[in-house]
C-alpha cells in the first residue's frame, strides 16, 4: 500500500511539469533616477526615484481543431505601488481571435503605441495623454486573420455604469460602515453621473496593414456622452488617429496623429496633435529622438486651452545583455499656457524577464 502511494506520488510529481508547461512568467524591473527643472528654477524636484516592475503570467491550451485558449494577468508596482494592467482570456484559431476582459482600446494600445520609440520608462512621450479611454474594464474583442497583410478589429468596452439616484441611507444597513463609528447614523449615495443603459458604452475599431517594413494602424473610437455626464445632449467623444512606422535596416521611423471630438464630453474639448519618431541601431546602442505637438489641455479646469504643448525627446539604450541595459535619455517640455519650459533628465537599469 506505502509503495503504490509513493510511487503515485513520484509520477504525480513527474508530470506536473507537462501539466503547467503552457504556463510563462515574464514582465521586467526597471530603476530610474530623475532630476527635473524649468528655465526659472520654481519647480525644480531634485533627484527623484522612478522605479517600475512588471508581472505578466500567460498561459495557453490547445483545444485542437486548430483552436486554442488563452489568458493573462499583468500586474504593474511603480515606486511601491500596485495596480493592475491586463486580464484577458479568450480564444484563437483560423477564424481570428476573440479576446475578453480588461485590456487597452486599439487607438491606445496599438495606434498611440506605435509612437514608444524612446528608452525610457517615466519620461517616455504620450501623444493625446489627456483624452485616451486607456485600459478599461469590460472589453470584448474580435481580431481578424490576417488577408494579404490586412486585419481588422472591433472592441466594445462596458466601462463603469450609473446606480439609481441620489438616496439616503440608515447606516446600519451598510456591512462596511455600520460598525466604524456609532455617532453615524445615514449615508448618502450622491446621484450617478455615468451611463447606465445596456450597452457597451465606448466602441473601438482599426484597421491594419503590414507589408514587409511598412506598418500602417488607423483606429477610430467612439465613448458614449453619457459616460461623462447625465446630463441630456452630452455630446459622444470621438477619435481618429493614425501611425505609420518604416525600417529602413537599422533604423526605423514613426509617424502618428490624432483627433479628437468632444474631448471627456466636452464639445470645446476639440483636440489635435502629432508625433514623430526614429530610432537607430548600432551594435549595443540603441539611439532614438523624438517630438510631439499638441493642443493645449489645462489638466486643472478639465478644458482646452489657446495655445500649443510641444515636447521633444532624446534617449538612448545601451544592452548589456539581450536582457540587461543601461538608460539615459533627455527630454524638454513647453507648456502652451506656462511661461517656463521642463527639462527633465533619466538615468537608470532595466532587466527584462
Do not use: C
Request: no cysteine; charged share 20%; proline share 2%.
Amino acid at each position: 500500500m506505502k509503495k503504490t502511494i509513493i510511487a503515485a506520488s513520484v509520477a504525480a510529481l513527474v508530470a506536473a511539469p507537462a501539466a503547467f508547461a503552457d504556463v510563462k512568467i515574464g514582465g521586467n524591473v526597471i530603476q530610474e533616477f530623475v532630476t527635473d527643472s524649468d528655465d526659472t528654477g520654481t519647480s525644480e524636484d531634485g533627484l527623484v526615484s522612478a522605479a517600475a516592475v512588471d508581472l505578466v503570467f500567460s498561459v495557453s491550451e490547445d483545444l485542437g481543431n486548430g483552436m486554442s485558449a488563452f489568458a493573462k494577468i499583468h500586474t504593474l508596482r511603480d515606486n511601491g505601488g500596485s495596480g493592475n494592467a491586463d486580464q484577458v482570456v479568450g480564444i484563437k484559431g483560423d477564424f481570428g481571435t476573440i479576446v475578453a476582459g480588461r485590456m487597452e482600446d486599439f487607438s491606445e494600445g496599438k495606434v498611440a503605441a506605435m509612437a514608444a520609440v524612446d528608452s525610457s520608462d517615466k519620461l517616455s512621450i504620450e501623444p493625446n495623454g489627456y483624452h485616451q479611454t486607456g485600459r478599461a474594464e469590460g472589453g470584448l474583442a474580435y481580431v481578424s486573420p490576417s488577408f494579404n497583410g490586412l486585419t481588422f478589429g472591433i472592441a466594445g468596452y462596458a466601462l463603469p455604469n450609473g446606480s439609481v439616484a441620489a438616496t439616503t441611507v440608515a447606516a446600519s444597513t451598510n456591512g462596511e460602515v455600520s460598525n466604524v463609528s456609532t455617532s453615524v447614523s445615514t449615508i448618502t449615495y450622491t446621484a450617478s453621473t455615468k451611463d447606465a443603459d445596456a450597452k457597451f458604452d465606448a466602441t473601438d475599431i482599426m484597421v491594419e496593414y503590414a507589408n514587409g517594413p511598412l506598418l500602417v494602424r488607423v483606429a477610430r473610437e467612439t465613448v458614449d456622452g453619457g459616460v461623462y455626464s447625465a446630463t441630456a445632449g452630452t455630446p459622444d467623444k470621438e477619435t481618429d488617429s493614425i501611425a505609420v512606422s518604416y525600417k529602413l535596416d537599422n533604423i526605423t521611423l514613426v509617424g502618428y496623429a490624432f483627433d479628437v471630438e468632444n474631448g471627456k464630453g466636452v464639445a470645446a474639448n476639440d483636440m489635435s496633435g502629432h508625433f514623430l519618431g526614429a530610432k537607430m541601431g548600432m551594435g549595443a546602442n540603441t539611439f532614438s529622438v523624438s517630438y510631439m505637438e499638441e493642443d493645449d489641455y489645462n489638466t486643472s479646469t478639465g478644458a482646452k486651452e489657446t495655445g500649443t504643448d510641444e515636447a521633444w525627446m532624446v534617449s538612448v539604450d545601451h544592452a548589456l545583455s539581450k536582457r540587461t541595459s543601461l538608460t539615459a535619455a533627455y527630454k524638454s517640455s513647453d507648456d502652451g499656457n506656462s511661461t517656463s519650459d521642463k527639462d527633465e533628465l533619466a538615468v537608470g537599469i532595466k532587466h527584462v524577464f
